[in-house]
């Protein structure tokens, strides 16, 4: 990847809610086709730091760069415009709806006399499924309220592509997932950074990290501690670095100082 600017990097980003202090000093960075997993315990600022990604928190300070270029995210819009999708916990799909018309919700394709263009939409939808090689879902005019956790985040995954999508922020996405349905959303997310996305991978499960990141960041407190190479680290330095808060580094890198 050398050569390539990095999709986003953020360099010193804090945030401050009033006199609380969510996040101090964190860099980050995230390349094309490369999947980064941010992880640490309940209260470290890992969903603090997505919101801020996708416009849902302005900085406090800091900078934030897409693509080499420093910009402003105002809101979740300004975020998609740029092709930063977040696909959260609770995957804000509609159960009452179909697979299509979930994929398309508020953004529903029209003909010319201004009807739906159901036609069309169910030809994109396939094509998008098909490009992520999603095979689980028998029709997209199914009811997503009848699909398994595994389908429906695969569904949400899906309409996040859809929309030009470059970064792909996944909360938790094999949480309260079986077995089966965890290796069907972790061979998902394998396949985004094999397309060329960015993915930022948010999980409590190592084992899943493990299974599909290049990189693990870890916060605690706000705060970076540690940045690791998934092939040269284990499971057990990353936890000492979630608990303790130890400064480690990427071999071949110059160690850090706290800041």
Same mark, same amino acid.
């Given at each position: 990847?050398?050569?390539?600017?990095?999709?986003?990097?953020?360099?010193?980003?804090?945030?401050?809610?009033?006199?609380?202090?969510?996040?101090?000093?964190?860099?980050?960075?995230?390349?094309?086709?490369?999947?980064?997993?941010?992880?640490?315990?309940?209260?470290?600022?890992?969903?603090?730091?997505?919101?801020?990604?996708?416009?849902?928190?302005?900085?406090?300070?800091?900078?934030?760069?897409?693509?080499?270029?420093?910009?402003?995210?105002?809101?979740?819009?300004?975020?998609? #415009? *740029? /092709?930063?999708?977040?696909?959260?916990?609770? %995957?804000?799909?509609?159960?009452?709806? =179909? +697979?299509? !018309?979930?994929?398309?919700?508020?953004?529903?394709?029209?003909?010319?006399?201004?009807?739906?263009?159901?036609?069309?939409?169910?030809?994109?939808?396939?094509?998008?499924?098909?490009?992520?090689?999603?095979?689980?879902?028998?029709?997209?005019?199914?009811?997503?309220?009848?699909?398994?956790?595994?389908?429906?985040?695969?569904?949400?995954?899906?309409?996040?592509?859809?929309?030009?999508?470059?970064?792909?922020?996944?909360?938790?996405?094999?949480?309260?997932?079986?077995?089966?349905?965890?290796?069907?959303?972790?061979?998902?997310?394998? #396949? *985004? /950074?094999?397309?060329?996305?960015?993915?930022? %991978?948010?999980?409590?499960?190592?084992? =899943? +990290?493990? !299974?599909?990141?290049?990189?693990?960041?870890?916060?605690?407190?706000?705060?970076?501690?540690?940045?690791?190479?998934?092939?040269?680290?284990?499971?057990?330095?990353?936890?000492?670095?979630?608990?303790?808060?130890?400064?480690?580094?990427?071999?071949?890198?110059?160690?850090?100082?706290?800041?």
């Amino acid at each position: 990847m050398s050569g390539t600017a990095p999709l986003i990097q953020l360099t010193g980003v804090s945030k401050n809610f009033g006199a609380v202090q969510a996040l101090s000093n964190v860099d980050l960075v995230v390349n094309p086709g490369e999947i980064v997993a941010l992880v640490g315990d309940n209260g470290a600022g890992k969903s603090t730091l997505i919101k801020a990604i996708a416009g849902i928190h302005a900085i406090s300070k800091g900078e934030i760069r897409w693509q080499g270029e420093p910009v402003t995210v105002r809101s979740p819009k300004e975020a998609a #415009r *740029l /092709g930063i999708e977040v696909v959260y916990q609770d %995957l804000a799909l509609a159960d009452n709806l =179909d +697979v299509v !018309e979930n994929m398309f919700l508020g953004r529903e394709k029209l003909t010319r006399t201004f009807q739906l263009d159901r036609i069309a939409m169910e030809r994109r939808a396939l094509e998008v499924l098909e490009q992520l090689r999603v095979t689980t879902i028998r029709s997209v005019g199914q009811s997503v309220e009848g699909l398994s956790g595994g389908q429906r985040q695969s569904v949400a995954v899906a309409k996040a592509v859809m929309w030009s999508a470059k970064l792909l922020i996944l909360d938790e996405p094999t949480a309260a997932l079986g077995v089966a349905q965890t290796r069907e959303v972790l061979e998902l997310v394998h #396949r *985004l /950074g094999e397309q060329g996305l960015g993915v930022l %991978l948010i999980s409590h499960n190592l084992h =899943d +990290v493990f !299974e599909v990141a290049d990189r693990i960041v870890v916060l605690r407190l706000g705060q970076n501690v540690a940045e690791f190479d998934r092939r040269t680290t284990n499971q057990t330095e990353v936890v000492e670095a979630i608990t303790a808060g130890r400064l480690s580094h990427v071999p071949g890198q110059a160690e850090e100082t706290s800041a």
